[in-house]
């Protein structure tokens, strides 16, 4: 008859962190927001912030996600989370206040409040969710949709002479002196999660050492939208959306430089620093 194992007899390597709450999500089977949950929850138990920080919800997808942080939440009107963290900050400047927010939310009805934020250095931190649609309200198509993408709203794929490019936010927030750090990468595979984790620091150190406006963005999957498995998502952000969204560090001044490239590109993609390690 086997031994029964005791808890003296199990190692834990691998456990829920402290600031994301022991629930079931409401996310889609294959959807990256419980990849980037974890990550920002990570980050705050990592960061001893628990007792200090204050997010901000977007209206999208993650319009829930206070259910899921350990920490205060504040839900904002829809594109207005940076304006709304901007206030907390100001009011309690010793607070670690971020930002979760979509693409819609951020990059189509939020944009103005997002580059001011940034063009004002305000001491926020963004986490930034891509991924390339309106996930939530039937799969519309959003400023960052890829060209030729179908979308409920394009139909026949969106087509750069009637609808536009999409939206690069950190190429466009690229330019601005009030920001601190600015990056991208997608979490389309494990070998991404430590380069995130990287990233991330890099944001949160941004505003606890008072550096300015911090915004990391991920390139995530929306495989029911998409019309595609979980596998088959994955592998067109690594394929497709790699392409038009190059991952890389767009601004570091925590170093005391700007790393913003003359020719507006990230100056250290994804591939270079894979092939560095």
């Not at 691998?14 to 929850?41: K, M, Q, T």
């Not at 901007?86 to 009011?91: E, M, S």
């Not at 001011?116 to 969710?129: K, L």
Request: proline share 5%; with cysteine; charged share 20%.
């Amino acid at each position: 008859m086997a031994e029964s194992l005791t808890s003296a007899d199990v190692e834990c390597v691998f456990e829920r962190p402290e600031a994301l709450v022991d629930r079931s999500h409401h996310y889609c089977p294959g959807c990256s927001h419980g990849i980037y949950h974890r990550l920002v929850a990570e980050m705050i138990d990592e960061f001893g912030l628990l007792n200090r920080a204050v997010g901000i919800c977007p209206v999208g997808c993650s319009v829930l996600a206070y259910d899921y942080f350990a920490v205060d939440m504040i839900e904002a009107s829809h594109g207005r989370a940076p304006a709304v963290a901007t206030g907390v900050k100001r009011a309690l400047p010793d607070a670690f206040v971020f930002t979760y927010q979509g693409d819609g939310d951020l990059a189509s009805i939020g944009m103005s409040e997002t580059v001011h934020a940034a063009a004002r250095g305000e001491n926020i931190t963004v986490f930034f969710v891509n991924n390339g649609i309106y996930g939530m309200t039937g799969g519309q198509m959003a400023p960052t949709t890829l060209p030729g993408q179908k979308t409920t709203t394009s139909p026949g794929g969106r087509e750069v002479a009637v609808m536009g490019h999409p939206v690069d936010v950190c190429k466009l927030l690229q330019s601005l002196p009030g920001v601190a750090f600015l990056a991208r990468v997608p979490l389309s595979a494990p070998k991404h999660l430590k380069t995130a984790r990287k990233y991330m620091r890099k944001a949160i150190s941004a505003q606890l050492q008072k550096k300015g406006f911090s915004l990391v963005e991920v390139l995530a999957t929306c495989p029911v939208q998409w019309r595609m498995t979980p596998i088959a998502a994955l592998r067109h952000v690594d394929e497709n959306v790699t392409k038009v969204f190059e991952p890389g560090v767009f601004v570091d001044r925590l170093d005391g430089d700007s790393h913003s490239g003359a020719d507006g590109g990230a100056t250290r993609t994804e591939t270079e620093r894979q092939e560095k390690r």
